[in-house]
């Protein structure tokens, strides 16, 4: 990803790095006009309600060919923002049908999974449901707070992060917490690796780990929903995506190492995201 040769790449970019190729290959500041591709987001009402400028660096629906292979950021009305490609978002059942077909945090609230009987239970039993921890306290969603169920760091590296960041960064240390508004697994709860609560922005250390099975598969899943359910909370995510592991999210960072040019590179994501004035406000 990111060479800038007019071809194709290989994965899904963010739509800064995007738009940054097209006027390189094309050698002008607009690739695309507004309205270029009014005519080919006309059918899907929904989506042209979803896609809001402010959240894809003021390019406009019209102006991202359907087939480009980008993420953006789309925004449902009930206030769930989500990372998809266009060609994700076109292809999501319902056409007009239904509105909650765009958004997969809507979708699975329109049709919850169905609860199967267990194996060896008597025709007509359900598992119930597994109780939500009491630990997690009472807050507004969003709010961040220390944890009595978090685990501790997972690696050395993760620690070293965050003593990196918190010596750069004027913050507030030590939350390990956000309070979500829909259980993840049995909690009111999630735990990113590093929080930053005065920019509203998680940190997470993704590593394929030693035998590679870390972060893929049903893990990803997990690492999916929990990116959901902190953005549904009104704070960004920023994934340090090591040896193999692909972005997941439009500010993820693909990381050799986390020297002091890998620090720099987490505090200049911080700038895209907050902007420059907001976070450098904090640097010490």
């Known amino acids: 990803m990111g060479v800038v040769d007019g071809t194709v790449p290989a994965m899904a970019e963010r739509v800064q790095d995007w738009w940054a190729r097209r006027q390189f290959s094309r050698g002008v500041d607009v690739p695309y006009a507004v309205g270029t591709y009014r005519e080919a987001w006309a059918s899907y009402p929904a989506l042209i309600r979803q896609y809001h400028p402010d959240l894809n660096d003021g390019i406009t629906l019209t102006q991202i060919p ?13 206030g769930h923002t989500f990372a998809a490609t266009p060609a994700e978002q076109r292809a999501r059942p319902g056409r007009q049908r239904r509105r909650s077909a765009w958004c997969p945090e809507c ?8 609860v199967r009987p267990a194996g060896g239970a008597r ?50 240390p030590g939350f390990t917490a956000v309070r979500v508004a829909r259980p993840f697994f049995d909690h009111l709860e999630v735990w990113p690796d590093i929080l930053l609560p005065e920019l509203r922005i998680a940190i997470e250390y993704d590593s ?41 999210g439009p500010h993820d960072l693909r990381l050799g190492s986390l020297g002091a ?24």
């Not at 292979?69 to 009930?78: G, M």
């Not at 979708?107 to 169905?114: D, T």
């Open 107 to 114: 979708s699975i609230l329109a049709a919850p999974p169905r």
């Open 208 to 248: 394929p780990g030693r035998f590679g099975l870390e972060h893929v598969g049903a893990r990803e899943d997990a690492d999916r929903r929990k990116d959901r359910a902190l953005r549904a909370a009104r704070w960004e995510v920023v994934r340090i995506r090591t040896g193999r592991l692909e972005p997941l």
């Open 123 to 172: 025709p007509g039993r359900v598992k119930r449901p597994r109780a939500l921890c009491p630990r997690t306290p009472d807050l507004p969603v969003g709010e961040p707070f220390v944890s009595q169920c978090a685990p501790k760091p997972a690696s050395a590296v993760e620690a070293r992060l965050r003593a990196d960041l918190f010596a750069r960064l004027d913050l507030t």
């Open 261 to 284: 040019r890998g620090v720099d590179r987490v505090i200049d994501r911080l700038r895209d995201i907050r902007g420059p004035l907001l976070v450098d406000a904090y640097l010490r």
């Open 66 to 78: 359907p087939a480009a292979d980008v993420l953006l950021l789309w925004q449902c009305e009930a």
